[in-house]
């Protein structure tokens, strides 16, 4: 336990699941520290625009705030009077991240420190503007900050940070190892009482977003690392970091059970569970184990990441019989070529239809992501992807198909450079509030982006119709069009603002009716109901 307790202010932004800030809290309250973690907006506010038009506010897509949103996070500041402030985020929020830390400074002395995905891959960045990065894993790391703190110790040969020294000279830190016993953590901290939700101004102790899956949903890590080192992705960076040897890591089956178990008995809404793990679970034999312990133990509903290349029958079949609701698998691109030499994803097309195949054909809902907008890609690239797309099984859903994001310090941003695409102009300026580029918009990249969203409609707009529309000059130079019927299909398939289908919601909420109906207080008020209207009548 800690000597004496430090007051530590963790900070989210537009993410209220935030697991690995949770689970620093959890470890710092088990070392006996008090502990409160801000969620500065929440997922479902992603891409609004709740700051544009504010002189004071922040709006940079997908992050906005209003001033009124920074004044409600001042003022937590100057009630908690932390002693350390960490903050984590990836590289869409660097920008806020860089803004929020600037206000922050006129209502409290206390060292902020970055961590997270962006501040590990870019950590001469976040040292200009940040007291301390963490690169990699923090656990250990904040442990020794906040004992530091507490016995009023200087921390800038704490290891895993990257700081500046008195001259200015950015120091970067010894590394840690991977923390390989994953079992030691503590469970993910999701206890209201000290969390604070600021949205619209305002600091609201306890709440949650009233739209957030959390409300019936609950998310975790099976384990921690991806297999895989694709070149757009930070876990190529980190596997770079750390070594692929130990990079992958898996917690025991009983452990992962009993933090679902006592989520439930924590909130008993719980309906729903996430895993969130890069590509969930690579060992067959902790797999079987598993599903189950998982059937006999929790018995609900689950979503996952799937990949293509570890997808069998076998593992399918597993996920089936456990209770899979359905799973993401990224599929990126259809072209070989694109997939091998780019984004190093050595998985060939059939076997990428043979997984979609066997997760269909198990009755498993199956959610694509693509990649487009790629400078890489040829026109025969993307008629590969488009051909593949259209091979694809029946009732699969597409992602809002993605433009390709080019990363600060990830191999994808170097493969670029080196195709000379700078100097000739095809991408974007860098954006300094996100640390990536893309390449620039062009009608050529609207129309494949739209077209490829067309191909989870092919039953409705016909195969052949689609594969025509890719031969037409005039829709080529007039994607609005294509977009146009990609947004009309959307909005009659789904619900408005969501994936959801609103088939399925249909159902959801018959069956809601139905479990309502079997609740003996609601039988007695639609009997009152019915006697009543009898005697109105």
Same mark, same amino acid.
């Given at each position: 336990m800690a000597r004496q307790p430090v007051r530590i202010l963790l900070l989210a932004f537009f993410d209220e699941w935030c697991l690995g800030l949770r689970t620093l809290s959890a470890v710092l309250k088990r070392e006996g520290h008090d502990v409160r973690l801000a969620i500065f907006r929440g997922m479902s506010e992603m891409h609004d625009s709740a700051g544009e038009g504010d002189p004071d506010g922040y709006h940079h897509p997908p992050a906005s705030a209003t001033n009124a949103d920074f004044d409600a996070l001042i003022n937590v500041v100057r009630e908690v009077k932390p002693d350390l402030i960490g903050m984590g985020f990836c590289s869409n929020f660097f920008g806020l991240a860089r803004e929020t830390t600037r206000r922050m400074r006129s209502a409290t002395e206390a060292p902020i420190l970055w961590g997270g995905a962006d501040p590990t891959v870019n950590p001469d960045l976040g040292v200009q503007y940040a007291d301390a990065v963490c690169v990699g894993e923090g656990e250990a790391a904040l442990v020794e900050i906040a004992e530091r703190i507490a016995e009023k110790r200087p921390f800038n040969d704490v290891a895993n940070l990257c700081m500046r020294d008195a001259q200015g000279e950015i120091i970067h830190n010894a590394r840690r190892p991977l923390i390989t016993e994953l079992d030691a953590l503590p469970w993910p901290d999701f206890d209201r009482q000290s969390q604070i939700y600021i949205t619209s101004g305002e600091a609201r102790a306890g709440a949650l977003p009233a739209v957030s899956s959390l409300h019936d949903s609950y998310p975790l890590l099976s384990g921690r690392g991806c297999p895989f080192s694709c070149t757009y992705c930070c876990?190529?960076?980190?596997?770079?970091?750390?070594? !692929?040897?130990?990079y992958v890591r898996q917690r025991s089956v009983d452990n992962v059970i009993r933090e679902i178990e006592q989520a439930r008995k924590n909130s008993p809404g719980i309906r729903h569970v996430e895993f969130h793990d890069d590509v969930f679970s690579i060992d067959m034999e902790w797999l079987q184990e598993w599903a189950g312990q998982y059937t006999q133990r929790i018995g609900l509903p689950f979503s996952c990441y799937s990949h293509p290349a570890t997808t069998t029958a076998e593992r399918v079949a597993i996920l089936k019989r456990a209770g899979v609701s359905f799973t993401i698998m990224g599929v990126q691109s259809g072209s070989e070529r694109i997939l091998r030499e780019i984004y190093k994803r050595n998985t060939p097309r059939?076997?990428?239809?043979?997984?979609?195949?066997?997760?269909?054909?198990?009755?498993?809902?199956?959610?694509?992501?693509?990649?487009?907008?790629?400078?890489?890609?040829?026109?025969?690239?993307?008629?590969?992807?488009?051909?593949?797309?259209?091979?694809?099984?029946?009732?699969?859903?597409?992602?809002?198909?993605?433009?390709?994001?080019?990363?600060?310090?990830?191999?994808?941003?170097?493969q670029m450079i080196a195709a000379g695409f700078e100097e000739q102009g095809i991408l974007e300026l860098w954006d300094e509030d996100r640390n990536m580029r893309g390449a620039k918009d062009s009608d050529e990249h609207r129309f494949w982006i739209a077209l490829l969203s067309l191909t989870e409609f092919k039953?409705?707009?016909?195969?052949?119709?689609?594969?025509?529309?890719?031969?037409?000059?005039?829709?080529?130079?007039?994607? !609005?069009?294509?977009?146009?019927?990609?947004?009309?299909?959307?909005?009659?398939?789904y619900l408005p603002g969501s994936r959801k289908r609103r088939d399925t919601r249909l159902h959801e909420l018959e069956a809601e009716l139905l479990r309502l109906k079997g609740s003996r207080i609601v039988r007695y008020a639609l009997r009152l109901r019915e006697i009543l209207s009898r005697r109105t009548a």
């Open positions: 876990n190529s960076h980190l596997r770079e970091l750390y070594g !692929a040897k130990h059939e076997r990428i239809l043979e997984a979609a195949r066997q997760i269909r054909e198990a009755g498993i809902h199956l959610v694509i992501d693509l990649i487009s907008a790629n400078p890489f890609e040829t026109e025969e690239d993307r008629r590969a992807t488009l051909d593949l797309m259209l091979q694809m099984p029946e009732g699969f859903m597409l992602h809002e198909v993605n433009r390709l994001c080019i990363f600060r310090n990830h191999p994808i941003s170097d039953n409705e707009l016909g195969e052949i119709n689609i594969r025509q529309m890719a031969d037409d000059p005039f829709l080529r130079q007039h994607p !609005a069009i294509v977009e146009g019927i990609s947004h009309a299909m959307i909005d009659a398939r």
